[in-house]
């Protein structure tokens, strides 16, 4: 029998709300059902990162075979230096920045395969010390639209691949390009040591990293959400082969 491998993902928070009628008065710790479906498989299991203090987080990722960081809240701009454009509406999350950079920096340590998604994408950026675009129309323009409410996960925009990259290689009998795009905010100053995979042509806007100082695509991210393209009525790149990629690390 193959031997499980355990996928710890870092927790998304909700926090403490009287009007939430169910445990209105606690903070959540969670990851979407979508999000279970798409790392669940017969010989690979998601194990949700609580919020614990440091010696018992170090030892729960010591027993994990690889880290995913997933989509959330906006980042803080303090948390990457900066004063917010608009702190009423995009304050971000620090105590959620706080929590994933300590889990980041325990599985460098560890040299453990990592996988970013959407918001861990930006956080893997701000860890290796780059900064971010906080809101993309203010900012750059509405050249290519990242974000719609109204559709939500139905709103897909191309990439395009940076040619001889290990990400170009491993999408080689993929032809499509198309992948959603959930997302106000995006890489603005790339990290030190993290190379472009793919960005989206229309305005340069940085969609896959992978960190150089490890095996190519062994700490990767993608700001797109491939947990959500079982729902897309649009046919879209490929789900798995990224998560194939990191499995082969794990």
Not at 31 to 41: A, E, K, V
Not at 143 to 148: A, P
Not at 196 to 203: H, I
């Amino acid at each position: 029998m193959e031997r499980l491998k355990k996928i710890g993902v870092a927790s998304a928070f909700l926090y403490a709300k009287h009007e939430r009628n169910t445990l209105g008065k606690k903070r959540l710790c969670f990851y979407t059902n979508d999000m279970g479906n798409y790392l669940t498989r017969e010989n690979v299991m998601p194990v949700l990162i609580p919020d614990l203090n440091e010696k018992a987080l170090y030892n729960f990722i010591t027993e994990m075979d690889g880290l995913l960081f997933q989509g959330g809240v906006d980042l803080a701009p303090e948390t990457y230096n900066e004063k917010p454009i608009n702190s009423d509406k995009w304050p971000g999350d620090p105590i959620r920045d706080l929590y994933e950079l300590r889990v980041m920096e325990y599985a460098i340590k560890m040299e453990k395969p990592i996988m970013c998604i959407c918001r861990g994408h930006q956080l893997m950026n701000v860890f290796f010390g780059g900064n971010l675009y906080q809101d993309l129309p203010t900012q750059l323009g509405n050249d290519v639209i990242h974000q719609d409410p109204e559709i939500y996960d139905n709103i897909n925009h191309e990439i395009s691949i940076v040619p001889g990259t290990f990400f170009e290689a491993i999408h080689t009998n993929d032809p499509c390009r198309l992948v959603n795009s959930i997302h106000h905010q995006a890489i603005k100053d790339l990290g030190k040591d993290l190379e472009v995979l793919a960005s989206s042509p229309g305005d340069g806007i940085v969609e896959a990293i992978h960190w150089t100082g490890t095996e190519p695509g062994k700490v990767m991210g993608v700001q797109w959400h491939p947990e959500y393209f079982p729902s897309s009525t649009t046919p879209l790149i490929s789900k798995d082969i990224i998560y194939d990629h990191f499995l082969s690390f794990c």
